[in-house]
């Protein structure tokens, strides 16, 4: 009789899990720590317009709604952001706004494109007053003569009537009020080129703040070397 034997090996495997504590964290020593007094700091912004999203865009709404409330998109475009980017006349102020394009041709007032129209399909006003069709005859508007310029982007014709179906940019010259201030602007740069400013608004009777009359008087001018003589 013949046996068979199988021999299983038998490992034994020993896990050693070694754990080390985590020393504790010494206390922040705060027997030296000084506590300063609260300390609140209030203003008033200088303009309204300073913050585009607190204004009240004229040409949004006549309701007096901010701009963060209105149901249209509204691009204000300050004259501290003209200054600050360099902005010179009003069509690169109305480019500076997002989706703007334009343009002018001599003697023509400028045409602008956004959201896929163009030419007369997007009106143009001096301070809500509609400045007609492109084929309009004006002079390029100076940025300096403005306090700021306002787009709006999308149908506007039940606002400013027949035209308006992609969009409406309106010129806000500045407006004189109770406390007398001006403005001053002089740049130079290559062919002989300069750009001069000159402003002033305030009360033209006595009372100060409670003045009934208010005045404002805007210079500019904007000249180029060219190829003809005297012609800016």
């Known amino acids: 009789m013949k046996f068979s034997h199988t021999l299983i090996p038998l490992i034994i495997v020993c896990a050693v899990h070694a754990q080390t504590a985590n020393p504790p ?9 000084v506590e300063l007094d609260r300390l609140e700091v209030t203003a008033d912004k200088e303009k309204d317009f300073s913050l585009p999203l607190d204004s009240t865009p004229t040409t949004g709404s006549r309701l007096g709604l901010t701009n963060r409330d209105l149901p249209v998109s509204v691009s204000v475009v300050t004259q501290e952001v003209m200054q600050l980017r360099g902005l010179r006349t009003a069509v690169e102020a109305v480019e500076a706004a997002v989706g703007m394009t334009g343009g002018t041709s001599f003697g023509s007032i400028p045409t602008y494109s956004t959201r896929g129209f163009g030419s007369n399909s997007v009106s143009v006003m001096r301070d809500g007053i509609r ?12 940025s300096f003569l403005l306090d700021r310029v306002e787009v709006l982007k999308g149908p506007a014709s039940l606002m400013f009537g027949e035209g ?3 969009g409406a940019v309106n010129y806000l010259s500045k407006s004189p009020d109770a406390t007398a201030r001006g403005d001053a602007l002089f740049s ?9 400013g000159l402003g ?8 100060g703040k409670d003045a009934t009359l208010t005045g404002r008087f805007d210079y500019s001018h904007n000249e180029t070397a060219g190829y003809v ?3 800016a």
């Open 25 to 33: 964290k010494p206390e922040a020593d705060t027997a030296g720590a």
């Open 131 to 142: 400045q007609n069709t492109a084929s309009q005859s004006s002079r390029t508007v100076d």
């Open 164 to 166: 308006a179906v992609g």
């Open 188 to 196: 130079i740069g290559a062919w002989d080129s300069y750009r001069l």
């Open 200 to 207: 002033w608004g305030g009360p033209l009777t006595a009372g």
């Open 229 to 231: 003589d005297r012609n």
